[in-house]
Every structure is written in structure tokens, then in C-alpha cells.
């Protein structure tokens, strides 16, 4: 069984700062990890994902990733804030992935994240 | 990326009715999956469709409150059956298409309130 937790349902962070938003999960297997946005109204758009390859995992719109097995946590950072990634971000889990065998997503309860101007 | 087409995108219902909602992809997918997210809440998986097979449902969902229909490798519909204002969410169809590395791709979902 699968499992995941987000620290912080939400994070407020100025214009231009850091952005880091926490995921760390529970995995009876090797896990495949990612990350979706959700804007208000909106449906859900992946932002990156881990695979097992490379650990350090680069996404769209600046964000990135990195998967720390000894951590069990997959941190969702970006180095400058803007306006526009005011949303709520999902971290989500699966056991299996691809080749016409995937599971489906384990979410977390997802961080809003706030971007103070 | 899959383009999925999901139907209707929101709807106001009756309680005790049923909706059917549909999930239609342009591209031939193995799993099809149902999940609903609950106001201010995350997603939560209902089901896992597979076609040629019967669905198969996360604890907590039960063939006779979400049938659903897996006719051909592109559709799938999910019904919401005697609803109850309990069942207000928003319900969402996702695949993942082998070989793209696309991850998983979402609909934009269905708005459901049961008054």
C-alpha cells in the first residue's frame, strides 16, 4: 500500500523567494512519484514525475524535484516565486507505471500554495 | 499527451437520481481510472477500468453505487447511482498511455451537485 503526506495544506511565500513544498511518502514497493497543479477551476496538470532514473527530476514552468530514497521524500522546490504559481499542488504516489500495467495515484491532501507580492 | 473528453463537465441533480458521466480518449489506453475529489479536498481513487473486465474498486466504493462501463480500449463511463448530497464532487477520468512517459493524464471533470 501506498501512502502520502504534505506538510503544510498551505505555504505562503513573497514574490521572487523560494518555493518548497514538502512530499514525503510510504511505499511496499519501489515507488513512482509526481507532482500535479491544480489552478482554481482548473483541472490537473502534471508538473514533473519520477520514474527511477535520474533522481534529481526537472519540470515545467521552473520547478523541480528530488528524490531521496533514504528520506522517503520527493520536495517540490523553485528558486523564484511568481504570481502566476499561486495554485494547489498535489504530490501523489504509485506502485506500478507504465506498460500497460500502471496503477492508479495514491494523492496527498495537496499545499496551496499562496505567493505574497 | 492522451486528450481525454469528459461529459457532462457539471450538472445539478436530484437526489436519489443517477448520472452518468462519460470519459472518452484519443488514444487506445489498458487502464482507464475514476477518481473523485470532494470539495476543498484531494482526489481519491474509485476504481480501476480495464476493458474486457469487471472494474475494480479502492475500499470504500462499491460496484452498486459507481457501475461502471469499459465497452472498448477508448471509453469508459462511471454512473453515480441514488445520489445523495453526500455525492457532490467533482468526478474525474485519468489514463496513462504506455511508452509516452506523459504520466497520467486527467480530464477536466465533472462538476456534480445533488440538491
Known amino acids: 500500500a501506498q501512502s502520502v503526506t504534505q506538510l503544510g495544506s498551505h505555504v505562503s511565500v513573497s514574490e521572487g523567494a523560494l518555493v518548497l513544498l514538502r512530499c514525503n511518502y510510504s511505499s511496499s514497493v519501489p515507488p513512482y512519484l509526481f507532482w500535479y497543479v491544480q489552478y482554481p477551476n482548473q483541472g490537473l496538470q502534471l508538473l514533473l514525475k519520477y520514474t527511477s532514473a535520474a533522481t534529481l527530476v526537472k519540470g515545467i514552468n521552473g520547478f523541480e524535484a528530488e528524490f531521496k530514497k533514504s528520506e522517503t521524500s520527493f520536495h517540490l522546490t523553485k528558486p523564484s516565486a511568481h504570481m502566476s504559481d499561486a495554485a494547489e499542488y498535489f504530490c501523489a504516489v504509485s506502485a506500478a507505471y507504465s506498460g500497460g500495467g500502471a496503477d492508479g495515484l495514491t494523492f496527498g491532501k495537496g499545499t496551496h500554495l499562496i505567493i505574497q507580492p | 499527451s492522451a486528450v481525454i473528453s469528459q461529459k457532462p463537465s457539471r450538472d445539478i441533480c436530484q437526489r436519489g437520481t443517477s448520472l452518468t458521466i462519460q470519459c472518452q480518449v484519443d488514444?487506445?489506453?489498458?487502464?482507464m481510472f475514476w477518481y473523485r475529489q470532494q470539495p476543498g479536498q484531494s482526489l481519491t481513487l474509485i476504481a480501476t477500468?480495464?476493458?474486457?473486465?469487471?472494474?475494480?474498486?479502492e475500499s470504500g466504493f462499491v460496484i452498486d453505487k459507481f457501475p461502471i462501463s469499459r465497452p472498448n480500449l477508448t471509453f469508459s463511463t462511471l454512473t453515480v447511482s441514488n445520489m445523495s448530497p453526500e455525492d457532490s464532487s467533482i468526478y474525474l477520468c485519468s489514463v496513462e498511455v504506455p511508452g509516452t512517459g506523459y504520466g497520467y493524464t486527467f480530464g477536466s471533470g465533472t462538476r456534480l451537485t445533488v440538491v
Open positions: 477500468a480495464n476493458q474486457g473486465s469487471e472494474a475494480t474498486y
Open positions: 488514444s487506445q489506453v489498458t487502464m
